[in-house]
Nanobody, 124 residues
Framework: VQLQASGGGLVQAGGSLRLSCTDS????????MAWFRQAPGKEREFVAG????????YYADSVKGRFTISRDNAKNAVYLQMNSLKPEDTAVYYC??????????????????WGLGTQVTVSS
């Protein structure tokens, strides 16, 4: 598993971004996937997760109704559509994979693979 996140950038409050994370390995469809974020001086926090077949998605309360996680197993990709962005969404966003495919867990320590982050900056 080799994860690569992209799609970050600078956007005004109220705007939208779509993050992508691709896996160059061969086991993507066997993994649950998640997005985390980390702001300066803060701990890494769970944003959203999705099970192997996308049957279950799970969101942090802070992004519920604004962010949508999805995946395309044929493309080995997971996405995070972020709408109505707020300055407090500013952080480095990371995608992560967990070899347990049927559950989403909001705890970063249980994830097996991590990609390099992509910076999201929301200006007020």
């Amino acid at each position: 598993v080799q994860l690569q996140a992209s799609g970050g950038g600078l956007v005004q409050a109220g705007g939208s971004l779509r993050l992508s994370c691709t896996d160059s390995g061969r086991t993507f469809s066997s993994n649950a996937m998640a997005w985390f974020r980390q702001a300066p001086g803060k701990e890494r926090e769970f944003v959203a997760g999705i099970t192997r077949t996308a049957y279950t998605t799970y969101y942090a309360d802070s992004v519920k109704g604004r962010f949508t996680i999805s995946r395309d197993n044929a493309k080995n990709a997971v996405y995070l559509q972020m709408n109505s962005l707020k300055p407090e969404d500013t952080a480095v966003y990371y995608c992560a994979a967990r070899k347990a495919p049927f559950t989403v867990v909001p705890t970063p320590t249980v994830y097996d693979y991590w990609g390099l982050g992509t910076q999201v900056t929301v200006s007020s």
